[in-house]
């Protein structure tokens, strides 16, 4: 390989010279908003999955409701799989006390629960509680606040469950799984397994959940997880981290969509760079090729030492942008803990490192990679005859390749092929309408040249002049243009989104179970303490056919679809259309005339069960049967901390079989010590604080924006490689048309208006087209990809031209300034 | 024996008023050892003739044999392998590379040929033209005739059978040029290199053994056979 390859110390010293210092820069931009995103997301993932764990105490739950054996085979295989397990056996019972009676969850379990998260106990109802792993010993039990203040009991007093009587030694105040869900309803009793036996309570008929916990690695959770699912029964019910904290997850999934599109816009435009830098790295080496075919170099020969030369310039990139990557994320995660009660993210893994190298080296290939096989075109004859060039590869070549490459950037971004050749269209027509505007753009000056001042002449005209230069310049500026103003007003109208989604009034306490007698008096009961809250009706229903079919006959495939036809429903019924709901088919019924039983369903429900406008849903209420004419179909913000509801019929038609009533309000902490309060005066009512979800997604929102802002820094770091790439690419030509100026008589002063009046031309020209781009491309964005509502903003029309005129302008002066510093003579003599 | 044969070696070339011809019908034997001179007023073919004969261009009819073996038959690629190791060349306007030393303009040929000596005999071709202390200096920083040297050291590093020249000392002042000319027929004397020079200037072509003057694109009398 020595005739091939260049040696390693000349290889360090070329790639430090002028253009593939450029084409480093790029890939160095690309990578580290590339790997600032990725370990950022993994990181935020690993953390939500940690939280997630936390909710269900383990990993992962596998529930049965048959018997503690059935669930034997997969604690074996999990702990042959070195997995951590812990057994769980719950059932409802009336717990006494003395005489009193409550209906109670009683938990009995072993040591080891809880897998994941801690319990928190107190010694008296409400009052301070500490973290403990510490288990109810034999013979003794913790009880819910809720159930003590009910029943009267303290720590020190006797419970009697079944027919062994247990001593209350804590008040546990939280659990793990104690559910953000609405199941759980009844206050629970923590016990040890061992004493469950003697309660006498669970015969061969007695109603009770089995449940094994299972935690570990997560590269031994999945793989135990795939096992699980296809050796459980179908009585088992599978709880995954996946389906815990719907809300956590969706926000980070959407936080993780808009920083790839950001991440991705940056490599994109360090792609342009980067094409722009190895195409004149490989002009200025033309001469080097001549004379290396001369002394007998065959074309594989200079193939391999240029492609490797700039192959090295791309991994130096990498590894700088790596670098960067990992110091902005780890800053961005040291800014602020994500998480409340989560010390800190979990350590990055390398495998976005990896992705990120791979990439880099892709973006080289298909950038960089058509210069190179042009320089072994190069006739060896050049050496005797410099006006001798390479034959230019077929335009369709590095075109297709820049495509390919787009679209492999794209794909391993986003992994949705739908998307990735929507996004890939719109790019490639933008593109095509940059090289028609500037065409066009470029004629019309070369029109108006004749009539115009001496720095008009050579500086405007010069555009004119180099035709193809002038609009691939143009298509640069552009480009980068239409990302930087695209990702502007996307990222602003994305962060006011995010905020407006959890509010800082949003309910942060539901109550639950309210009885219908109830509902006025728990609505005076925070009337007085000043605070609004918002009741939904809340019925149980089951659906038993579509248009006459049985469910049982158009049963779904997945195991969705299915809880949906077989499981009763939480539904409501209300007037309006909820705030955070929106119509996508159909139309809500009017909120006067109610006419006809009506019902819209989410999204989710239509999807699963295959529902169309029209379909007549036959529900079974509390026994009786109840039609209603599907009328709309909403798309649900789950994130958004409000109640919502699969189902929602319209008001008059359920309003008898209201089971009970649920309910949000925002507590502050002044109302909060009077909870007790309410517990004693509505003991049946469930309280469920979610102020600490809200504190984590709130804090998940404020880190993803400060993540957004970093990798929007990035993408303005590319918008300067391409400009000082686009810059360099005719510094040669102007630097030599300068000098010749300057020997015929022209002033450094003339000279540099002349190039700053180009590049200010260009730069409104292609901020005029960009902001027309971005326009309509954050049209596009908002509606396929984050789900955003678009507003147009006028203000880009001003903005673009403007950023252009002083961006490029700017920057044009700049980089020929030092071009009027040198004497004409030396670069005449040069030349 | 011959070490380069052109037979009735023709160019041409389309421009925009129709086909031209810049070498017509050549036939010319170079034999090893010999010293030939092309010589021939501005845009006489010159250079072209150098560019057939060194299998940098091929003719448009005839052929060219290097070494009693077809050359100009050969794609680029062939034509490149044939010349490496065995062909050197020199320049009028030096063609170093900027981003290397003395040192590695020279030693460039020998990491191309495969020679695993290249450093010690790279140093010693910079010691023969003079120039050891430049060695680690970048093309850029030596003046037109250390330039000029450190190609020929670079051309005679080699040790090439066949030399080509165009205008070596068409660059350089009179009293660099005559240096570097000295240097030239000293190293192609002492290496036995067979050396074929394009020039315009008197002096240099009459040291050669042999000169072929060359009229638009003919060879003007036919010593070319020689």
């Known amino acids: 390989m020595t005739r091939v390859l260049p040696s390693l110390s000349r290889l360090w010293r070329t790639l430090w010279r002028g253009d593939l210092a450029v084409l480093i820069a790029a890939i160095a931009v690309a990578m580290a908003a590339s790997t600032t995103v990725s370990l950022f997301t993994n990181r935020l993932h690993g953390a939500i999955r940690n939280e997630s764990a936390t909710v269900l105490a383990a990993d992962l739950r596998l529930e049965s409701g048959r018997n503690a054996e059935s669930l034997d085979a997969a604690e074996q295989q999990a702990q042959q799989r070195q997995l951590r397990t812990a057994r769980l056996t719950s059932f409802t019972s009336v717990v006494h006390a003395g005489d009193q009676g409550q209906l109670a969850t009683v938990i009995a379990t072993e040591a080891g629960y809880p897998l994941r998260g801690t319990l928190r106990t107190a010694t008296i109802p409400y009052g301070p509680s500490h973290a403990t792993n510490v288990l109810p010993g034999l013979g003794e039990a913790y009880v819910d606040p809720r159930l003590a203040s009910r029943l009267g009991v303290s720590v020190g007093s006797l419970l009697r469950i079944g027919a062994t009587q247990l001593r209350v030694v804590e008040i546990l105040a939280d659990r793990p799984d104690r559910g953000s869900g609405y199941a759980e309803v009844a206050p629970a009793v923590l016990m040890r397994g061992a004493d469950l036996a003697a309660s006498g309570l669970l015969g061969p008929a007695s109603r009770a959940t089995y449940t094994l916990l299972v935690a570990g690695e997560p590269a031994r959770v999945d793989p135990f997880l795939a096992w699980l699912k296809l050796h ?3 009585a088992e019910r599978l709880v995954g981290v996946g389906e815990a904290s719907a809300q956590l997850g969706s926000a980070a999934d959407r936080a993780a969509r808009f920083l790839n599109l950001a991440a991705v816009t940056t490599m994109l435009l360090a792609s342009i760079a980067l094409a722009m830098a190895a195409r004149r790295h490989a002009s200025q080496r033309r001469d080097e090729v001549a004379l290396l075919k001369c002394l007998g170099a065959t074309r594989r020969v200079v ?8 192959g090295a310039a791309a991994l130096v990139g990498a590894g700088i942008g790596a670098l960067i990557g990992y110091c902005a994320q780890s800053g961005l995660a040291a800014l602020a803990h994500v998480f409340t009660g989560v010390a800190e993210l979990p350590a990055p893994s390398a495998t976005p490192i990896i992705w990120g190298v791979v990439m880099s ?9 058509p210069p190179v096989i042009e320089l072994t075109r190069v006739p060896p004859a050049r050496v005797l005859r410099e006006d001798l060039a390479a034959r230019p590869l077929p335009l369709l070549v590095p075109a297709a390749l820049a495509v390919a490459t787009m679209l492999v950037i794209l794909y391993l971004a986003v992994r949705d092929a739908r998307l990735m050749v929507s996004a890939a269209i719109v790019l490639s027509v933008i593109t095509g309408v940059y090289v028609l505007a500037g065409i066009g753009l470029v004629r019309l000056l070369a029109r108006l040249r004749s009539d115009a001042g001496t720095p008009w002449r050579f500086g405007v005209a010069a555009l004119a002049r180099r035709p193809a230069q002038s609009v691939a310049q143009l298509v640069a500026f552009g480009l980068g243009m239409t990302i930087l103003l695209l990702l502007g007003v996307v990222r602003g109208d994305l962060l006011e989104e995010w905020r407006r989604a959890v509010p800082a009034d949003a309910p942060n306490h539901f109550l639950i179970n309210i009885a219908p007698q109830e509902r006025d008096s728990v609505e005076d009961f925070f009337k007085a303490r000043q605070v609004v809250v918002e009741f939904a009706p809340w019925v149980r229903a089951r659906l038993r056919a579509v248009n006459g079919t049985p469910m049982a006959q158009r049963m779904p495939k997945s195991d969705r679809g299915r809880a949906f036809a077989e499981r009763e429903q939480n ?15 159909g139309h809500w019924w009017p909120v006067s005339g109610l006419g006809a039983a009506q019902v819209s369903v989410a999204t989710e429900f239509r999807d699963e069960l295959d529902l169309h406008l029209g379909d007549r849903l036959e529900f079974d209420v509390a026994g009786e049967s109840v039609d209603a004419t599907l009328a709309s179909v909403r798309k649900v913000r789950w994130d958004g901390f409000r109640p919502n509801f699969f189902l929602l019929f319209s008001p008059g038609v359920l309003d008898g079989n209201v089971s009970s009533y649920l309910a949000a309000a925002h507590l502050e902490a002044r109302v909060r010590p009077d909870l007790a309060e309410f ?10 604080d979610i102020d600490g979800l809200l504190t984590t997604v709130r804090g998940l929102v404020d880190r993803a924006a400060d993540a957004v802002t970093y990798v929007f820094a990035f993408t303005l770091l590319a918008g300067l490689v391409v400009l000082a790439a686009a810059i360099r690419a005719t510094a040669d030509e102007r630097r030599y048309e300068g000098a010749l100026l300057r020997a015929f008589g022209a002033s450094r002063r003339q000279v540099l208006l002349g190039a700053a009046l180009e590049f200010a031309t260009l730069g409104v020209l292609a901020g005029l087209v960009a902001a027309t781009a971005a326009a309509a491309i954050s049209a596009f964005v908002a509606a396929y990809w984050l789900g955003l509502p678009w507003h147009l903003q006028g203000l880009l029309w001003l903005f673009g031209p403007i950023a252009g005129l002083l961006g490029v302008g700017g920057a044009g002066l700049l980089g020929t300034w030092r071009m009027g510093l040198i004497p004409p003579f030396r670069v005449l003599q040069a030349s | 024996m011959p070490v380069l044969e052109s037979r009735r070696m023709t160019k041409e070339v389309t421009s925009p008023d129709g086909r031209l011809t810049i070498i017509d019908d050549v036939s010319l034997v170079i034999r090893a050892g010999e010293s030939v001179a092309i010589v021939g007023p501005s845009g006489s073919g010159k250079s072209t003739l150098l560019a057939l004969l060194a299998g940098l261009d091929v003719p448009t009819r005839g052929e060219v044999r290097l070494e009693d073996r077809p050359f100009s038959v050969l794609d680029e690629d062939g034509r490149a392998r044939a010349r490496a190791g065995r062909v050197g060349f020199v320049f009028q306007s030096f063609h170093l590379v900027p981003s290397m030393t003395a040192e590695e303009n020279v030693r460039l040929p020998l990491e191309l040929a495969g020679v695993v000596e290249a450093p010690e005999r790279a140093m010693a071709a910079l010691a023969a033209v003079g120039l050891l202390g430049r060695a680690r200096h970048r093309a850029r920083q030596l003046s037109g005739g250390e330039q000029q040297r450190v190609a020929l050291a670079r051309a005679f590093v080699g040790r090439p059978a066949l030399l080509f020249a165009d ?10 040029g005559e240096q570097v000319a000295d240097l030239l027929f000293d190293l192609n004397r002492s290496a ?9 200037e008197q002096s240099l072509a009459a040291r050669c053994d042999r000169t072929l003057a060359l009229i638009a694109g003919r060879l003007a009398d036919d010593s070319g056979c020689g």
């Open chain 1, 232 to 234: 459980k029964s179908a």
């Open chain 1, 303 to 310: 193939l391999l030492r240029f492609s490797s030369e700039m």
């Open chain 1, 361 to 369: 080296l892709v973006m080289t290939a298909g950038f960089g990679l």
């Open chain 1, 571 to 585: 539904l409501s019924f209300r007037r309006t259309l909820p705030a955070d709901n929106q119509i996508v088919e």
């Open chain 1, 679 to 688: 517990n004693r005066r509505f003991p049946t009512v469930t309280v469920l």
């Open chain 2, 167 to 176: 205008e070596p000392t068409g660059n350089l002042d009179t009293a660099s």
């Open chain 2, 192 to 200: 036995g290199t067979t050396l074929i020079l394009v020039t315009h």
